[in-house]
């Protein structure tokens, strides 16, 4: 029968004083590293939340301040925005009725929600204002120039984390300041809460520029202070406000008896 070799004394030696050292670097190796975590929902998630933050102070933050309203095509417009310190509001609006011809003022106040025809081309009677409702309340599509939303109703959009709204960080265009967010609409509802585009803010929460498919709205100079009320811009009468459709034109090639026998 053969007889197997046996390991030596040395080798067995040598055996024992490998095994403990290569236990050793076993426990010795750092744990795997975990794999690193995505930063895009927290990016997303803190610029949303920036944004929320900036538009609760600009919903607080009073003050008197002048906007200059730019269109492709149109000569710009100089907005005048009120935020009175008992919470009533007032946008003056050069060119928001009739096609661009009439200027209105629209305010809300503790009374309900206005609009004042004020003297212009298109309207040279003496200012007068028309009630549209409570101050709360939305004003009719015919009627809205739109241009004081992002100064007004749309910071509740921004503030609401309910709302289907996609925020990122975005670069200030050119001629804004402030810091500023790109802002999507996730719905897809043909009524968007807000109008699509770039919002900045200044850090107290003055609105200081928006860019979106209708224009740019532009803080002009550093706001002033804020009175305690705002004022209509004229007395309030029973009429018709003024929508923002052009009026139709009348033919002058046509006499008013054409047709008649």
Partial sequence: MPVLNRPSGRLLGLLVLALPAALVACDSA???????????????????DELAALAAAAQDRHLVAQYVFGRSGQADRTIVFTSANDGSWRVDVPGGALGGTADVSLAATADGLFQCALPSTGHPEPARCVRLGERDDAIPRKLDPRIQHPLTDWLDVLTDRRAPLAVAVAATPKGLTGACYSVDSTSASLNAPLDVGIYCFDPDGTPTGVRTGAGTLRLAAPPG???P????????VDGEPLGTAAPPTSDPSISPSAGTS
């Avoid at 750092?30 to 949303?48: E, I, K, L, W």
């Fill in 229 to 236: 009320t705002v004022q209509l811009a004229g007395p309030v």
């Fill in 30 to 48: 750092p744990p795997p590293s975990p794999p690193p975590a995505d930063p895009g929902p927290v990016q997303v998630d803190g610029a949303r």
């Fill in 225 to 227: 202070a804020a009175p």
